[in-house]
Structure formats: C-alpha cells, structure tokens
C-alpha cells in the first residue's frame, strides 16, 4: 500500500493475433493436402525444359495454351521409357500431384510416360498382337491340352516376388503331393526378356514338369512390358509343355496371354486351374471304398452260397472209399461161394462117376476112369488156380485204383488239405490272412500252424 493507503496495480498486454505457421509447415500441410486428394492422374500437354541432370533423374514441364505443371520423373521410373523425349514433344504422364517443400513448387512425380494419343508402348503391342496373330501363333488349334492330373509343375517367375508366394499357398492348399519347382527368373528390366526365355528353355531341358506358369504379380505396362516382347512370345509358342500365362491382374493383358495354351487372370487363379483339389479326390475314394466294399459283400455272399451248393455235391472219399471196400468184400465172398459151388458140383459128378464105375468094373476102364479123374482134376485145379489168379488180379487192380483216387494217396505225396478255424477247406492264399490259425491234414496226422505272411501273387 502507498501512502495513501491504495493498493499499486500492474498493467499486462496479452497477444491476440492468430498463430502464423512457419513455412515448412504451411508446405507441409500443402503437399499433404494435395497428396491426399489427388492419388493418381493422367495429364496432357506439351514438354519443355526437358533436363537430365548426373542423377538420371529427369525433370521437365509440361504445358497447354494457358498454363503449365513442372514434373519430375526418376531414374527408377524413366529407365522404362525406351525413347527420350524432346522439347515440344506432346505427351501423356501417369503420376502423384505433390509439393516440393524446399521450394515450394506444385509439381507431379511421373510414373508413366507415353507419346499422346496411342501411346508407343500400346502402339509396339497392337502390331506384334497383329503380326503373331498372322503367324497363327494365337490359333486355338495349336494349343496344348493341359494335363487332368499334372504329375510335376513348373514355375517361371521371381523367386521374390508375390506371385511365387500365391501359386505356392493354392498348391499346397488344393493339392499338395504335386511336387513344384522353380526355374527362377526376373520378370521386370531390361534384362528380364532374356532371362525368362532362358528360363523357359531350362524347364524344357530340365523334362520333369508338365504344365508351366510363366507370370508375375500386377504393376504397370512398362512393368509387364517384358511378357509383351516377341522372344518371349516366340519362346512359349514353341515350348513342347503345356503353359499357362499369368501375368498381373484381371485387367491386364500381355502378348504371352495370346500365345500361352491358357491364359489366367492371377497366378493364384493359374494355379486353381491347373490343379486337382484333393477335397474331391477323398470324396471319390470314399465313394469307390464304399463301392468296393459293397462289391466285396456280394461277391463273398455269392461265393458262400456257390460253396455251400458245392459242399452239398460233394462226397466224402472216405465212405467212397467204405463202399469200394465192401463191394470188393462181396466180390470175394461171390467167388469163394462159386469155387465151393464148382467143387461140391465136381464131388457129386465124381462119386456118380465112381458109381458107374464100380457098376462096369472092368479094371482098364476103370484105369482109364481114373486116369480121366486125374486129367479132369488136374484141369480144375488148373482152372481154379487161373480163376483165382484173374481174380486176385482185378482185386489187386481195383484196389489200386481206388488208391489212385484216394484223397489218402494224394496225402501221402505230400499235399495236405488245409482248412481254417472254422473247418472250411482253404483253396487260395487271399483266403487267410496274416495271424489266422489253419490246419493241415497230411499222410499220417493233422498239424495246427498260424499264418505269419500271405502272397497271393501267380508263380
């Protein structure tokens, strides 16, 4: 407080004028302004002050009747430009509006540069379109069907670029067994004709693939120009293996998409169509294991029933056997009867013969009665014995026979009759599997054996 009691006040001024921005950041927000509302353009007009300065970057203007643009275009652009404009040359530019902050200059940065109207680039590929297109290098008639079932597939791109990463991911996904490989080459430059013809003859040589993608990912006509050169077209017209062109994106279109024996939009879509997907195969071998084990079921059916049917028609050899036996039995007893019947016959003729001779007896006729009984004994003795020697002959031959035919003598050359657990005769080796228990009849006796392999193979 002063001296009169009052309270001293200080006075304070506030600026109240807008901030002003800097420079750099009115140029900055300028060129972000203008970047974000300009994101591509094509633009007309005229060159002048066309400059190249030690950088390889080109700088230029470009102009119409009342006003005119500065451009810029960089060496990583320009160096697809196969002609160099001159001043005064009217062309048409594919690029980013932008501002150069140090100057403050509204400019375009160019990505593509074209003579107006068709453009060079478009004008190079209508007349090689139309002179292939004359060779018949485009004639559906000269395409190669591609295989249903590709067994090795070719790849013709950068091993570093996307498209390699889109074919392999499709591949894999759809059907991975087919085996792939990459005969790698560059798809963009100067250098990148050359290179993929190279490419495409290492894959003839290599001989392993059957179908070929030759492509790239997208990017502009310069980008693709290489796909568009007359070696390359020439080099797949001649390719022995069928080939799929796969060049950019759907819109793109390239002299190798006419010449290809197919041509598809993407390389992922390339490698859709030449390949099989394996969700299909497994539904197909569901279905034919399905089939087959229906078949399998009937034909077991048909073939139980036809074993069964047999099984009834079939005689045991051993009462075949039984019954050789007796009727060999009965052929004996008939003979011992007929040679008792043929001696008792011979007895009673003998004694009426001695009757008669001891009725006569004259002692010379009854000489010669017994000389005639001995002759006659003699015969039926002879007789007797050849009887008996006939038919202990056809006994024996019979007898042998029926070994003949006798399962026992088949035995005892050392086959057996194999049957399974369930006495069911066993006739092929598909029968019995693997761990199965049969058993074995031979000569002299039965043996139990498990099964520890099967081969059904022909010998």
């Known amino acids: 407080m002063d001296k009169h ?22 140029n900055h927000q300028a060129r972000h302004l203008l970047e974000s509302s300009f994101m591509q353009v094509w633009v007309e007009g005229e060159l002048s002050g066309f400059s190249r300065p030690s950088s390889g970057h080109w700088y230029f203007s470009l102009k119409d009747r009342r006003c005119q643009v500065r451009c810029a275009m960089f060496r990583g652009f320009n160096q697809h430009v196969r002609d160099i404009p001159k001043e005064g040359d009217q062309l048409r530019i594919r690029g980013k ?13 160019v990505e593509q540069l074209e003579p107006a109207g068709l453009g060079a680039l478009q004008q190079a590929f209508e007349a090689l379109k139309h002179k292939l297109q004359a060779e018949g290098l485009f004639d559906p008639a000269r395409k190669k069907a591609l295989p249903a ?10 091993p570093t670029g996307a498209a390699i990463h889109d074919i392999l991911t499709v591949l894999a996904r759809r059907c991975p067994a087919i085996p792939v490989t990459l005969y790698p080459t560059a798809v963009q430059g100067q250098a990148a004709t050359a290179d993929i013809v190279r490419a495409i003859e290492a894959a003839r040589d290599h001989g392993v693939a059957d179908v070929l993608i030759i492509g790239r990912g997208g990017g502009s006509l310069e980008d693709l120009w290489c796909f568009n050169e007359e070696q390359v077209a020439r080099a797949i017209a001649g390719c022995p293996i069928p080939t799929v062109s796969a060049v950019g ?17 993407t390389p992922s879509a390339a490698a859709e169509k030449i390949s099989p997907d394996q969700r299909d195969w497994l539904k197909q071998l569901q279905d034919g294991e ?14 139980a029933t036809q074993l069964e049917h047999l099984a009834a028609r079939l005689r045991d050899p051993r009462r075949e056997l039984l019954e050789k036996t007796q009727r060999m039995d009965e052929l004996e007893l008939r003979l011992a009867k007929g040679i008792r019947q043929r001696l008792a016959g011979l007895r009673v003729h003998q004694e009426h013969l001695g009757q008669r001779l001891a009725m006569q007896s004259p002692r010379a006729q009854l000489t010669r009665s017994h000389d005639t009984l001995r002759r006659i004994e003699d015969s039926l003795s002879a007789a007797i014995r050849q009887r008996l020697r006939e038919r202990r002959e056809n006994l024996e031959h019979s007898a042998q026979t029926l070994h003949v035919v006798s399962p026992l003598a088949t035995l005892g050359r050392g086959y057996a009759i194999v049957r399974d657990e369930q006495n069911r005769i066993i006739r092929q080796a598909s029968e019995v599997a693997p761990g199965a228990v049969i058993n074995a009849r031979v000569c002299e006796g039965d043996l139990t054996a498990r099964v520890t392999s099967v081969n059904s193979g022909e010998t």
């Open 5 to 26: 009691g009052a309270t001293p006040v200080t006075a304070s001024f506030q600026d109240t004028r807008p901030r002003a921005l800097s420079v750099s950041e009115l």
């Open 249 to 265: 994106h759907e819109v793109d279109v390239t002299i190798a998409d006419f010449v290809a024996d197919l041509r598809a939009p």
């Open 149 to 158: 079932l590709p067994r090795h597939i070719g790849v013709i791109t950068s």
């Open 290 to 303: 399905t089939r087959l084990a229906n078949a399998a079921r009937r034909a077991l059916k048909r073939g």
């Open 97 to 109: 509006v932008t501002l150069y902050e140090n100057r403050g200059d509204f400019q375009i940065i």
